[in-house]
Antibody
């Protein structure tokens, strides 16, 4: 069974750093893109960025580039989303999702809730 | 960046009726790269339609996608109680890939 298992909820203070994870199983990790999607409270889906673990090709939305870093570790079939300096506006649910070249996201993680508050 | 504008923002209908949801792109999107998702409160988005009109695995045939160019439509015939949710269109042709802002389908 194809699964994306995301790390647990986080509560952080503004200015702190954070790295959340997305553990893939049930398929060849290096052959699919893994993307990250933000959903702020009560709002819609926002595409943040995507990585191809096979060669680490990474793309970002201009709205998020420079604020987050997407990475992947092939050896443990895990993708990551990280912040060096969190802001209150980063409070949201973050989903990871898988896609094949030419196809949309077909498998999603359950999401990681990130709360940033002083 | 391709902006996807969905209309209406909220659609109030009764079970058994037909829902028509629109997605307009700021530039042409190749049909292969247009998808629709359904999201219920507290749940993960679920892929409904890909390549504009192909139903994903397990999606009932009352869901129909259509369109071309910059105008796309999701039609839901004979609404069932479980269909009331938020629907998003999504283009994945041009990076950054983008989602529409969503249409909330609510029970009238």
């Amino acid at each position: 069974e194809v699964q994306l298992v995301q790390s647990g909820a986080e509560m952080k203070k503004p200015g702190e750093s954070l790295k959340i994870s997305c553990k893939a199983s049930g398929y060849r990790f290096t052959n699919y893109w893994i993307g990250w999607v933000r959903q702020m409270p009560g709002k819609g889906l926002e595409w943040m960025g995507i990585i191809y673990p096979g060669d680490s090709d990474t793309r970002y939305s201009p709205s998020f580039e420079g604020r987050v870093t997407v990475s992947a570790d092939k050896s443990i079939t895990t993708a990551y989303l990280q912040w060096s300096t969190l802001e209150a506006s980063d409070t949201a649910i973050y989903f990871c999702a898988r896609r094949d070249l030419g196809d949309p996201f077909d498998v999603w993680g359950l999401g990681t809730m990130v709360t940033v508050s002083s | 960046e391709i902006v996807l504008t969905q209309s209406p923002g909220t659609l109030s209908l009764s079970p058994g009726e037909r829902a028509t949801l629109s997605c307009r792109a700021s530039q042409t999107v190749t049909s292969r790269y247009l998808a629709w998702y359904q999201q219920k409160p507290g749940q993960t988005p679920r892929l409904l339609i890909y390549s504009t009109s192909a139903r994903a695995t397990g999606i009932p045939d009352r869901f129909t996608g259509s369109g071309s160019g910059a105008d796309f439509t999701l039609t839901i015939n004979r609404l069932e109680p479980e269909d009331f949710a938020v629907y998003y269109c999504h283009q994945f042709e041009i990076s950054p890939h983008t989602f529409g802002q969503g249409t909330k389908l609510e029970i009238k």
